[in-house]
């Protein structure tokens, strides 16, 4: 059984600083890792995702994979109120379902 | 360009009682799922349809059934609804024509059922 693991949180920060999420799995098949932002009450929309190791950046989103520790993080830089909210991470092995981790509750404070 | 979309919104039901939770999208996705969403538990995928035509099951797929309607459309029937399948239901699509299988989701459907 795969699994993708998060830590629930919630990771609170302050306005304007870094706000870091990881995600670690346990399928070393794994091929294709996704971040999903969900809202209280909300369905969950794409950030972003990342297939190969290193960074990859999308406006103020950067997305790391490290496949040889099996990780992933999201990084998200000027951290803003409207932030606030679960962000899920998902992997897949190249098949087209995803393996969803519970998600990390960010709380952005002004 | 709606996306994805999923009625109704809430409902309602008694033990026992039996309902169709529809999706369609008009992204032209050849893949199709059906989620539902519980406190401390996650996504967990119920039933898929990687094509029209075709359908399989997920990490949950007791006491559900779904039909592959047509490419747009993939319905979720519960037959005898159980107090147990109360949860947030989503209907996605998947695209890979970026060479990844990227999901979208609708809004969702909350399910009581009591």
């Known amino acids: 059984q795969k699994e993708v693991e998060q830590n629930s949180g919630p990771l609170s920060v302050p306005e304007g600083a870094i706000a870091s999420l990881n995600c670690t799995y346990s399928d070393r098949g794994s091929q294709s890792f996704f971040w999903y932002r969900q809202y209280s009450g909300k369905s969950p929309e794409l950030i972003m995702f990342?297939?190969?190791?290193g960074d990859k950046e999308d406006g103020r989103f950067t997305a790391q994979l490290n496949k040889a520790s099996q990780y992933v993080s999201l990084l998200i830089r000027d951290s803003q109120p409207s932030d606030s909210a679960t962000y899920l991470c998902?992997?897949?092995?190249?098949?087209?379902?995803?393996?969803f981790g519970k998600g990390t509750m960010l709380l952005v404070s002004p | 360009n709606a996306g994805v979309t999923q009625t109704p919104k809430f409902q309602v039901l008694k033990t026992g009682q039996s309902m169709t939770l529809q999706c369609a999208q008009d992204?032209?996705?050849?893949?199709m799922y059906w989620y539902r969403q519980d406190p401390g538990m996650g996504l967990r995928l119920i039933y898929y349809?990687?094509?029209?035509?075709?359908?399989d099951k997920g990490e949950v797929p007791n006491g559900y059934n779904v039909s592959r309607l047509n490419k747009r459309e993939f319905s979720l029937r519960l037959e005898s609804a159980a107090p147990s399948q109360t949860s947030v239901y989503f209907c996605?699509?998947?695209?890979?024509?970026?060479?990844?299988?990227?999901?979208?989701f609708g809004p969702g459907t909350r399910l009581l059922v009591l």
């Open positions: 992204m032209n996705h050849n893949s």
């Open positions: 990342i297939y190969s190791n």
């Open positions: 349809s990687a094509s029209e035509g075709t359908t």
């Open positions: 996605a699509s998947s695209d890979g024509s970026s060479g990844v299988e990227t999901q979208y």
């Open positions: 998902a992997e897949t092995s190249g098949y087209s379902t995803l393996t």
